[in-house]
């Protein structure tokens, strides 16, 4: 197994863990998020010693570091209530973990997958239970990812 194989399936294992609690739970797990960030930084300090750009996710710290940055400006959406603060963190980690055009693309799949979810909801005429997030948002962006992950891997992107 070489190197980005290790790293998709690790960003899958990793993907699954936080969708299924927050899509069971409607939590987001700190530990998995604090373990992503850390095997990302082992990443691509591996990288950096070798002088070159990592093949899979961002490419350098630069990147990780500007799609965490780009990630966290839903906190605003969080401080006006309008967010999860699990949603605004993972987001932060999945820019660090994308970089800013892999969070991008997340971003986008991921709401088109939630608003998608939402809309066959209100069709169904499902009703939430009282005291309940509405939706999983973070299981949605981890699809997104990993639908662009999928695109970029296959040259779709």
Not at 56 to 80: E, H, K, N, V
Not at 97 to 120: D, E, I, R, V
Not at 132 to 143: G, K, M, N, S
Not at 148 to 156: E, I, K, N, P, V
Request: contains cysteine; hydrophobic residues 60%; glycine residues 12%.
């Amino acid at each position: 197994m070489n190197g980005a194989s290790l790293w998709y399936l690790l960003f899958l294992c990793l993907g699954l863990a936080l969708g299924w609690r927050d899509w069971r739970e409607r939590k987001v797990s700190n530990k998995v998020l604090l373990a992503a960030l850390l095997a990302q930084s082992g990443w691509l300090a591996t990288w950096a010693v070798r002088q070159a750009a990592a093949p899979t996710g961002a490419a350098d710290f630069a990147q990780a570091g500007l799609g965490f940055a780009l990630g966290m400006l839903a906190y605003p959406l969080w401080r006006m209530g309008k967010m999860g603060a699990g949603d605004v963190k993972a987001l932060a980690v999945l820019g660090f973990l994308l970089g800013p055009l892999g969070l991008a693309a997340t971003w986008l799949l991921g709401t088109l997958l939630a608003l998608a979810h939402a809309l066959s909801a209100v069709l169904r005429g499902a009703h939430r239970a009282p005291g309940r997030p509405v939706h999983p948002y973070v299981a949605h962006l981890v699809c997104g990812a990993l639908l662009w992950l999928w695109f970029s891997a296959t040259g779709r992107a």
